[in-house]
Structures are given as C-alpha cells and as structure tokens.
C-alpha cells in the first residue's frame, strides 16, 4: 500500500523556520519524481518545489526560491522542505506528492503526481 506521511508543521513567527519530512511508502523509491505543493483555505492547491529521482533537478516556485530548500534521501524514502524566513503567505497545508515516473524536467502540475500525502498544516503569525 502506497503511502505518503508528512510532518514537521505546526505554528511559528514570521522569519523563523521549520523543515517538513515526508515518509514514503514506496518501492523503488528512487524511481519516484518528488515534490511539495500546499493549499491555502480558498484558494487551489499550489506547487512549491520539486525533485528529480536522482536530485540534480531542483525546481521551486518563485515565491519560495531563496528561502525554502528541497532534498531527498533515496536510502531512507524520505523528502524533506526546509523553510527559512517564513511569512504569513506561506501559511497552509503542505502536502507531499509522488510521481510514479523518472523526469528529468520540473514538473509542476498537480495532475501529474499519483500519489498524495494526508498534508501537515504551518501557520505563520505575523
């Protein structure tokens, strides 16, 4: 059963930082294109960052570039997001996604991720 876990959220100040860890349960886990998108109340869900199978290719969101950094660690199933210099903006639920294919390209649709975590909310007060 596939299944994706994240945590690391809770509620924080503006500037400070939290790192998010997404645990999957998945075979051949570095077969899996990776990423992290959030959702804001009222609003769509949205990219934030992803990454390759290998993590040579990198690719964020503009508003998230300079402060937030993706890595994954293939021997451990597990992706992380650090977030540096959190603002209100960036209050959500983050979720954790996998894309049961090798890209070498970003890949920012939403549609295009199989497999969904359950989301861990981060609030940042201003």
């Known amino acids: 059963q596939v299944q994706l876990v994240e945590s690391g959220g809770g509620l924080v100040q503006a500037g400070d930082s939290l790192r998010l860890s997404c645990a999957a349960a998945?075979?051949?886990?570095?077969?899996?294109?990776m990423a992290w998108f959030r959702q804001a109340p009222g609003l769509e869900r949205e990219f934030v960052a992803d990454?390759?199978?290998?993590?040579?290719?990198?690719d964020y969101a503009d508003s998230v570039k300079g402060r937030f950094t993706i890595r994954r660690d293939n021997a451990k199933n597990t992706v992380s997001l650090q977030m540096n210099s959190l603002k209100p903006e960036d209050t959500a639920v983050y979720y954790c996604?996998?894309?049961?294919?090798?890209?070498?390209?970003?890949?920012?649709?939403?549609?295009?991720?199989?497999?969904w975590g359950q989301g861990t909310q981060v609030t940042v007060a201003s």
């Open positions: 998945l075979q051949n886990f570095g077969y899996y294109h």
């Open positions: 996604a996998a894309k049961n294919q090798r890209s070498y390209y970003p890949v920012r649709g939403a549609s295009e991720y199989d497999y």
């Open positions: 990454i390759s199978w290998n993590g040579i290719y990198i």
